[in-house]
């Protein structure tokens, strides 16, 4: 028997003042699985997202989150469900009264964890991504990659149970965009997380499926070629709608017009 | 289509309306349950008490002097100069005190409120926290609605005692009175309703500028120029509901306690 899936869409519809923005959407993903969530900019697939943990609720459909309906669930009984998901932002969203200690650790702070287990905590998480350094530093004075690896250490912490990636590597140059690219498989591929990245970038998806992370030698390698993770998977959107649920082989077999034309 | 535009206009002005009923009311029952936020009241309270204080006390120094620069010019003609002291301290008390603390601090504060909640939800940093397991509301909003209501009663008293100060200076230095005669005066015809007509009325306005600044911060949409826009509609809005709401009270606590 399959194990029930973190999260999973029915007929899932949203509109704000105009067309829909999502119409009918339907997916689910399972333990350990890693959806890539393609589309042009603007065709809501931060929307998406945004309704994956609550942050915004569907007109029509459901949404089952850790096997809980939470479509209509009260504000409150989301947070308890959130604190099992960690978010990145597509700027990052660091809190810019803040210092990088602080932004990592505001749950911990929200909780009243005692100071010395939430230096160690957050000490680790910005080893992950690589800025233990920035640890006193205030957002304002880091770059804009930083900013976005100090959202993922965030994001980590508490090794959640879900993770939602918003473009992570959105206005970032390629060099950047393929160390939190690497960050990335590497949180996949050591914890095995569920998650949900959100994307315009083929070249950051492609890389993400054909690539692991190599734990003895501490970075990211290439797959043998014709291989791909058999854990990531692509969803695709075209003005609201899914056009695509599946795999990278699938992907680009597809006979959509519209996939053709995104993959050219 | 002009019938469509009134009809579009009053329905947003309703829509605005319920929703910040809405807003006001979770955010004042929010200080009845826990988790609550003391080191973000107080931090909320020193921007708003501290930080006003000097505007405060100058403007409020700066109207008891013309007061008692009108009055003493009008008073003369009836030979009774004797009384500006209990006309700047009444109309201070009772009346100038509140409404120009409220304004002054609304021009700061609710600014001040709307523009940094503003960026905060363009920037994503309110979605960040909602998602992050944190109520924005309890965090952000009724601190500061409970710290700009305690802090607007204190900056209500120093702009009334910096009012009766400023008409004693002109009255002594300028009009060449008799300063105890003023201070007599000042003192003698204050009666309890006076007063508390005048520390009832920042009660209301710390709430109006609070609610009215944070409301219009965490509706902001657009970008940068949405924070603009929010920044404005929260001041003008503030400052014309605390002189409507001055009004509402005054004619209650006029009622309640009739002038003998």
Redesign the interface.
Known sequence: MSESPVVAFHNVSIAFAGPPVLADVSFSIAPGETRILLGPAGVGKSVLL?LV?G?LRPDRGSILLFGEEISQMA??NL??L??R?G?V???G????SLSVRDNVA??LI?ERVPDDEIDRRVREALRFVELEETFDLFPGSLSGGMKRRVAIA?AFLRQPELLLYDSPTGGLDPVTSTTIIELIVKERDVYRTPSILVTHRLQDAFTLCTHRFDAEHGHMISLPKGQTDPSTTFLMLEEGRLIFDGSLDGLIRSGNVFVREFLQ | MALQTIERTARNLVHTVQDYSLFAWQAFMNLWSPPRYWPDFLIQSDIIGVGSTSIVLLSGFFTGGVLALQSAATLSQFGATAVTGRFVSITMIRELGPVLTGIMVAGRNASSMASELGSMVVTEQIDAMRALGVDPMRELITPRIFACISMLFFLTIVADAFGILGGAAVTVFLNHQNGTQYFSMAWEHLRYPDIIQGLVKPLFSGYIIASVGCFYGMRTSGGTEGVGRSTIQAVVNASVLIIFVDFLITQVLLTLFPSP
């Open positions: 945004k943990n942050l504000e409150e947070f308890p959130r604190n998901i978010m932002f597509q700027e969203a660091l809190f810019d505001y749950q929200a965030r």
